[in-house]
Structure formats: C-alpha cells, structure tokens
C-alpha cells in the first residue's frame, strides 16, 4: 500500500508532463512552421498539392475531452510550394490545443493562404469526439466530418 501511495504522490508531475504534451500546439508558430523552402515562378505551378490522412488528437473546448481523427489538405501553390512535412506539422500545431473541428479546418485554411500564400485550399477533417462516446449520446461509432474552403480549384 506504501509503493501505491509513494507511485500516487507522483502523478502530478505525470499529469503535468502529459498536459504539456497534449497541449503542445500553443508553442507553435504557423507562420513559422510554414516558411518558404522553395519559390516557383509565380503562378507556374497549375496542379493542386494534396496531403492526406494525418492523423491528429485534440482536446474539444466545450467540455475538455480529447477527439481524434485525421485531415485532409489540399492546395495549390502561389508563389512557394512548401515542404510536405510542414502539412502534418500544422496540422499539430492547430490540433494540440483547446480547439473545436469546426475552427481547426478553418484556422488550416487560413494559415494555407495567409503564410503559405496559398491561391486554394480545401481541409476536411473526420473525427470522433470522446464527449459524443462516454457522455451525452455515449454513441462511440459516431464520426464527425468538417471542411473548410478557401477559392476555388479551378
Ligand atoms: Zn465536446
């Protein structure tokens, strides 16, 4: 019972460690994550960049429990085509915070056009809400879909 008690005392520095880590988007900095690696001659680029399937776990604003799931992100380049690690990165950065599904493929769309000079941008997210699962409905086969668009791909 005394190794329990002594493994409990500890938990908040555990508790403390993992927050930190689940909340680790506040640190980041779109405009930072989505600086330029390669300039195209403006407009030279005609196709769309798509990057799907990043998996990303959030926290719901409402009520304080996580929501999972994955985006999709396309894009077509202006002046810069940009890394494709940086997708998954912003996606991070976004997703690891308080956040709502509705908002995060906004503020994905947003960040696209206004740091990576994007002319169209088009984010779907798919996820299921820990809120929808244990509580409320306490329906876990429920999965939202949200999107967000940004111009248009032609
Ligand atoms: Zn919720």
Known sequence: M?????SIKENH??????YAELLEGYRGIPKDILKV?????????????RTMDVPFS?????HFLPFVGTVDLTYRPGRYILGLGKIPR????RSRRF??????VREL?????NHGDATYVRVVSRARH???CYRGPNDATTVNETTYQIGEPE
């Open 13 to 18: 520095k555990r508790i403390d460690k993992a």
């Open 130 to 132: 820990m809120c929808i």
């Open 58 to 62: 959030s926290f719901c604003a409402h």
């Open 109 to 113: 769309a947003e960040d696209m056009v």
């Open 90 to 93: 912003l996606i991070h950065c």
């Open 2 to 6: 005394q190794e329990i008690d002594a």
């Open 37 to 49: 690696t390669l300039e195209v001659e403006s407009g030279s680029h005609h196709g769309l960049v």
């Open 99 to 104: 956040q709502l599904q509705e908002l995060l």
